[in-house]
Nanobody, 119 residues
Framework: QVQLVESGGGLVQAGGSLRLSCAASGSISSINSMAWYRQAPGKQRELVAS???????DYANSVKGRFTISRDIPKNTVYLQMNSLKPEDTAVYYCMCRRSYYNSVLVYWGQGTQVTVSS
């Protein structure tokens, strides 16, 4: 099992910044990748950014150049630095990880943290 706990959400004005954190605990040695997703009201959950075990990152086109995903391996924590925030970034942000388990890949989700960007 892997437990993911997000923090760092809140209310910010357009143009501002926030940093989200996701602390992982449990069976973390076999985590292959971690990612941030978001879900706005009435919309499907979408991938925002991801980072794999080798350190490569990927971003949704809508956040490229504004958001940065990073990790602190000793702290088992992944971060999402969000700059130049826009009202359309308002959503619940979820941390997700994939873990290898024998011949399967298990997916774990955090509880989510609300980000609200006011215009």
């Amino acid at each position: 099992q892997v437990q993911l706990v997000e923090s760092g959400g809140g209310l910010v004005q357009a143009g501002g910044s926030l940093r989200l954190s996701c602390a992982a605990s449990g069976s973390i040695s076999s985590i292959n990748s971690m990612a941030w997703y978001r879900q706005a009201p009435g919309k499907q959950r979408e991938l925002v950014a991801s980072i794999i075990s080798g350190g490569s990152t990927d971003y949704a086109n809508s956040v490229k150049g504004r958001f940065t995903i990073s990790r602190d391996i000793p702290k088992n924590t992944v971060y999402l630095q969000m700059n130049s925030l826009k009202p359309e970034d308002t959503a619940v942000y979820y941390c997700m990880c994939r873990r290898s388990y024998y011949n399967s890949v298990l997916v774990y989700w955090g509880q989510g943290t609300q980000v609200t960007v006011s215009s």
